[in-house]
């Protein structure tokens, strides 16, 4: 998520909001954003009820409680345009995220 860093003037252009969701309590976000050299953009908890909005998602891995290294990109209409769910260990192509952007407009 800190590499979004980097891009977030091509969001803005785009007319996106870039937001990051954990099921950590926010005390554990606000660290591990701090432990990261901060974020200029929000970074959200649903940690109450446990996992609600991943699970409504369908990224919550129900055993460990953790969801899935996801991306949304939803419309203004909250329609999902774009999904991607991937290997914890790796970052999806932001060239990717950015045409589905494109197609929004």
Known sequence: MPSYEEDLSEFERRDAQVLGISTDN???????????GGLSYPLLSDH???????ALYGVLRGESGVCERSIFVV???????????????????????????????
């Open 26 to 36: 926010v005390p554990t976000n606000e660290a591990w954003a701090k432990s990261m």
């Open 48 to 54: 109450w009820p446990h996992g609600f909005v991943a």
């Open 75 to 105: 419309d203004r209409q909250g329609k999902v345009a774009y999904v991607d769910v991937h290997d914890i260990s790796e970052q999806p192509p932001t060239d990717k995220i950015m045409a589905a952007l494109d197609k929004l407009k």
